[in-house]
């Protein structure tokens, strides 16, 4: 009896470990014929979810984003933290989405290796980064949701470098604690076409130009955008543009440090634009907010605060307009909205920099606020700290609304008048009849 039972065991082990096998098997090889299917996923590093909403687990995050082109239009997930990369994560193709989904992505990180970026955006590369759980919480790491981190490279960015006639549009996410002895800690555009869209590039330090971000071509739009904490040893600590077509909206550029110049911005180059934001705390030798060389324009409009920004000997050095033997640095005014504070200070005797202030009516000085450090501005008078300053405590609808106010105040008046009048008259008449 008991040899019966012993054999019937085997025999169910047997059978069992064939079954396993099978399923095993089978799975590999849905995996690998390019099949969807539904299997546990939580000891994979990516899940690829297809258009249809199916998933297709990875072991590696490399081998997911490798096998994209299989999955048209579908979002690789990252299923856990991604750290002690020996490598870049190279995202090539196009038409797909890579969701941090609130991981890390984290470098090996050795000094200065060759290639030390955790991303590459590779030659003609289409693709978008997006972090669905931004408020996750990591042990390790202070900066919640998804995190791009701990890149240390001699020849490239530290967090996402970005090669010629790429493509890419990232939403969310932090790019933080990355180095570079190259230019670009945090991210380098060599000339590709970037938007940025509430990405926070933080605590990055480059041996090179540009501690967060160096632009080198291509375009850039930021909207929403945080800069903040990077270190540059020479120039650009926010960041440094030295190419043209760079857009900031509403974005916040604050405690940046560059030893040269431009704390929070080096702009060595035109067309860059700056709608609304606020830029503060941000040091450098010269030009502690925004450093534009004598032969570059800047152009400003929106609601803007440049202000608290120091150069050499704690002085305020907010946008630094340079000052050169034949050009001087510009600035051109789109419409500054009311609230605006925009310091300016330049580096030579001339007025040059000041009269090139092009583009802007009556109105909208009177409506927005352009103070300078020292020298003279426009419509504007001297304060006792030495500034120049223009503007008006109401805008265009402010006038109405002061207009309304007046008008009643003169409304109440009149019929307090009146009030008086009718009671002195009824005062007297009951005079009279006694």
């Known amino acids: ?22 399923c095993l098997m089978d799975g ?3 995996l690998a014929a390019g099949k969807e299917v539904n299997i546990s996923v939580e000891k994979n590093e990516a899940v690829i979810y297809t258009e249809s909403g199916k998933m297709v687990p990875f072991t590696s995050l490399d081998q997911a984003v490798s096998e994209v082109g299989r999955y048209p239009g579908c979002t690789v997930k990252v299923w856990k933290d991604n750290v002690n990369r ?3 994560l190279k995202l090539s193709g196009s038409n797909y989405t890579l969701d941090l989904n609130g991981y890390v992505l984290a470098r090996d990180r050795a000094n200065y290796a060759d290639r030390g970026e955790v991303i590459t955006i590779k030659t003609g590369a289409d693709v978008k980064i997006v972090d669905s759980r931004p408020d996750a919480a990591h042990f390790f790491y202070k900066d919640p949701g998804g995190l791009i981190t701990k890149g240390s490279s001699k020849n490239s960015a530290g967090g996402i470098h970005i090669e010629k006639n790429a493509n890419l549009t990232m939403t969310g996410g932090t790019i933080a604690d990355c180095r570079s002895k190259y230019e670009g800690a945090g991210l380098r555009n060599e000339n590709g076409r970037v938007w940025l869209n509430g990405v926070t590039i933080k605590a990055n330090i480059c041996e090179d130009n540009g501690g967060g971000i160096i632009h080198m071509g291509g375009f850039m739009v930021l909207t929403d955008c945080v800069i903040e904490g990077n270190l540059s040893k020479k120039s650009g600590g926010g960041m ?12 916040t550029i604050k405690n940046n440090q560059a030893i040269d110049d431009g704390g929070g911005i080096t702009v060595r180059q035109d067309k860059v634009y700056i709608d609304g934001g606020y830029m503060t705390g941000n040091h450098a030798k010269h030009g502690g907010g925004i450093y534009v060389d004598s032969y570059r324009d800047i152009n400003i409009q929106g609601r803007l605060i440049i202000d ?3 150069g050499g000997g704690n002085v ?17 005014d789109g419409g500054l909205l009311p609230g605006s504070r925009v310091l300016i200070v330049k580096s030579g005797s001339s007025d040059a920099s000041y009269k090139a202030v092009i583009g802007a009516s009556e109105y909208e000085w009177e409506n927005g606020l352009l103070a300078v450090d020292e020298g003279r501005g ?3 008078k001297t304060s006792e700290k030495k500034e120049v300053f223009m503007a008006t405590a109401v ?9 309304f106010i007046v008008l009643e105040l003169i409304g109440v008046v009149i019929m307090f008048r009146l009030t008086l009048f009718r009671k002195r008259a009824e005062d007297k008449n009951s005079e009279d009849i006694n």
Request: glycine share 12%; with cysteine.
């Open 316 to 332: 305020n050095e907010n946008l630094y307009l340079q000052d050169g033997t034949a050009t001087s640095a510009r600035i051109y």
């Open 378 to 380: 426009w419509f504007g």
């Open 240 to 251: 440094m543009i030295k190419g043209e077509n760079v857009e900031f909206h509403d974005c």
């Open 28 to 30: 590999k090889g849905a």
């Open 308 to 310: 608290g920004n120091k």
């Open 1 to 22: 009896m008991k040899k019966k039972i012993i054999v019937n065991s085997l025999m169910l082990l047997g059978l069992s470990f064939f079954l396993s096998l099978g």
């Open 395 to 403: 805008d265009r609808y402010g006038w109405g609304i002061l207009l």
């Open 86 to 88: 020996k490598s870049p």
